[in-house]
């Protein structure tokens, strides 16, 4: 069993930057590959990025490569999304997710109950 809980989520302006934070509990957290999702009102929930389970392969979405880095820590437990130069598209609710390294929801097990990520113009 893995419990995940998301934070760091705010407000900031357009161009700014925040890192959400991912803390997991459960000694088989290493095994997992992890993934951040987003959800905005009135769509679907999409992929952000993820990361291997031992950290050497990462995969983003084309809309923030270049702008978010998804990193973990298997020692400290937490996965991490720096995301750089902030656009108010990128509002959303973000979730981290434990399960196979994939950019379907489907595929991941275990979900963070979200954090907000509000970005002004």
């Known amino acids: 069993q893995v419990q995940l809980v998301e934070s760091g989520g705010g407000l900031v302006q357009a161009g700014g930057s925040l890192r959400l934070s991912c803390a997991a509990s459960g000694r088989t957290f290493s095994s997992y590959a992890m993934g951040w999702f987003r959800q905005a009102p009135g769509k679907e929930r999409e992929f952000v990025a993820a990361?291997?389970?031992?950290?050497?392969?990462?995969y983003y979405a084309p809309s923030v490569k270049g702008r978010f880095t998804i990193s973990r820590d298997n020692a400290k437990n937490p996965v991490y999304l720096q995301m750089n130069s902030l656009k108010p598209e990128d509002t959303a609710v973000y979730y981290c997710?434990?399960?196979?390294?994939?950019?379907?929801?489907?595929?991941?097990?275990?979900w963070g109950q979200g954090t907000q990520v509000t970005v002004s113009s």
């Open positions: 997710a434990a399960g196979r390294v994939s950019g379907d929801p489907g595929d991941y097990d275990y």
């Open positions: 990361i291997s389970s031992r950290g050497g392969s990462t």
